[in-house]
């Protein structure tokens, strides 16, 4: 089956600074999502970035679909930013199952 | 419009007892999914549930679990005879209509019950 890796692993950073964090996927993809899970454990939408850029606010995400690869950018972080990054992907020969990355850790010092 | 509702948030059970998970999908969304998350893993897809319909539940485990999503009610996942190794996060998502659809954002994720087994 298809494979999701994220890296870093881990990321810690002062507030303020900017990060970009990075998911490759080894098949090719419907349907690509970025997640935020924050420190309570629950999981947000971010964003929904099968192919091309786009921006909310201080995140932006890229997707080059033909060399299977995301990239998330935050910036001027801040403490909330804090939590477990996922990305997930969906098979083209499933319209259903999201397979999740094992996620980007990220914590943002004051 | 309320988002995906699951409850209880968290649950305690002793080895052998039973644990009833519920979720209540997003209004207008007749597509529900399960997932288990456990600890410093990504999500992991259990089973995919239409009204009254088991889609595809290739990823649950084939004894003491199952799902259920009725005409009316929320959608079930039941675990029987609990053990240590079933204590996780389980996420229930739904959407409007299958996923991958074009131009549409996909499943939304509810808040998740902790499962913990003593």
């Known amino acids: 089956g298809i494979q999701v890796e994220q890296s870093p692993p881990d990321l810690i950073l002062q507030e303020g600074a900017n990060s970009t964090l990075r998911c490759n996927f080894s098949?090719?993809?419907?349907?690509l999502q970025w997640f935020h899970q924050n420190p309570w454990g629950q999981l947000i939408n971010l964003f929904y970035?099968?192919?091309?850029?786009k921006q909310n606010g201080r995140l932006s995400a890229t997707t080059v679909a033909t060399e299977r690869y995301s990239l998330l950018y935050i910036s001027s972080s801040q403490t909330t930013d804090s939590g477990v990054y996922f990305c997930?992907?969906?098979?083209?020969?499933?319209?259903?199952?999201?397979?999740w990355g094992a996620g980007t850790k990220l914590i943002i010092k004051p | 419009n309320a988002g995906v509702m699951q409850n209880p948030r968290h649950l305690v059970r002793r080895r052998g007892q039973e644990a009833r998970l519920r979720c209540s999908p997003m209004k207008g969304h007749s597509h529900v999914y399960w997932y288990r998350q456990l600890p410093e893993e990504g999500l992991k897809f259990m089973v995919y549930?239409?009204?009254?319909?088991?889609?595809?539940e290739s990823g649950m485990p084939k004894e003491r679990f199952s799902a259920e999503f009725p005409k009316e009610g929320p959608s079930i996942l039941r675990i029987q005879q609990v053990v240590r190794g079933d204590s996780a996060a389980y996420f229930c998502?739904?959407?409007?209509?299958?996923?991958?659809?074009?131009?549409?954002?996909?499943?939304?994720f509810g808040p998740g019950t902790r499962l913990l087994v003593l």
């Open positions: 098949d090719s993809v419907n349907n």
């Open positions: 970035i099968p192919s091309g850029t």
């Open positions: 997930a992907v969906e098979q083209i020969d499933s319209n259903y199952q999201l397979i």
């Open positions: 549930l239409q009204k009254e319909n088991i889609i595809d």
């Open positions: 998502a739904s959407s409007p209509t299958e996923g991958g659809l074009a131009g549409e954002e996909t499943q939304y």
